[in-house]
T-cell receptor, first 115, second 110 residues
Framework: DAGITQSPRHKVTETGTPVTLRCHQT?????MYWYRQDPGHGLRLIHYSYGVKDTDKGEVSDGYSVSRSKTEDFLLTLESATSSQTSVYFC??????????????FGPGTRLTVL | KNEVEQSPQNLTAQEGEFITINCSYSVGISALHWLQQHPGGGIVSLFMLSSGKKKHGRLIATINIQEKHSSLHITASHPRDSAVYICAVESGGSNYKLTFGKGTLLTVNP
């Protein structure tokens, strides 16, 4: 299994509070992604990173920010959590392996509830 | 934006049956992924393909680039195959970003 962890695994918070989710990898992969998974919508990309300090928005980036100060860590921050951000959040990593594109490896997910 | 449609949304089968899940997309792609997610669980990559066919054990994935269509087949299905199967496409030059279908829930009864 790819070395990818997420913390916390579960979190309950209140509307208006800041929340930071952490994704940590030990694979030295270049690309890291944050997705949210909601019933009826499937997985949707929030933000992604293509290198240290290099990030870009996905399709549902409003209300979220990210940072990547080192290869192994990709942080997702909800500056002021809202109930619509209640979701399961997955981190994923990928890289160019042996000249061919690699698959994406997913973390175990973080279940976030905003009350 | 690429639209990814999967069919069927739900599928119930008896152990041993041959299963087919379909995926179609609207815009040309550089690769297509099939993923598996067990209930309450993590997501595992099954296949990544850009042409032809791939096989892992009882699972076979095919893609027809001209028709913008892919199929995932499971031979001799087993209850442990019960999961959500997700199709995702990667558009060229996209930093390998994926657009996902909504998934197909497969239940295999003993």
């Amino acid at each position: 299994d790819a070395g990818i962890t997420q913390s916390p695994r579960h979190k309950v918070t209140e509307t208006g509070t800041p929340v930071t989710l952490r994704c940590h990898q030990t694979e030295n992969h270049r690309y890291m992604y944050w997705y949210r998974q909601d019933p009826g919508h499937g997985l949707r990309l929030i933000h992604y990173s293509y290198g240290v300090k290099d990030t870009d928005k996905g399709e549902v980036s409003d209300g979220y920010s990210v940072s990547r100060s080192k290869t192994e860590d990709f942080l997702l921050t909800l500056e002021s959590a809202t109930s619509s951000q209640t979701s399961v959040y997955f981190c994923a990593i990928s890289d160019l392996g042996g000249g061919a594109r690699d698959e994406q490896f997913f973390g175990p997910g973080t279940r976030l509830t905003v009350l | 934006k690429n639209e990814v449609e999967q069919s069927p949304q739900n599928l119930t089968a008896q152990e041993g049956e041959f299963i087919t899940i379909n995926c179609s997309y609207s815009v040309g792609i550089s690769a297509l992924h099939w993923l598996q997610q067990h209930p309450g669980g993590g997501i595992v990559s099954l296949f990544m393909l850009s042409s032809g066919k791939k096989k892992h054990g009882r699972l076979i994935a095919t893609i027809n680039i001209q028709e913008k269509h892919s199929s995932l087949h499971i031979t001799a299905s087993h209850p442990r195959d019960s999961a959500v199967y997700i199709c995702a496409v990667e558009s060229g030059g996209s930093n390998y970003k994926l657009t996902f279908g909504k998934g197909t829930l497969l239940t295999v009864n003993p």
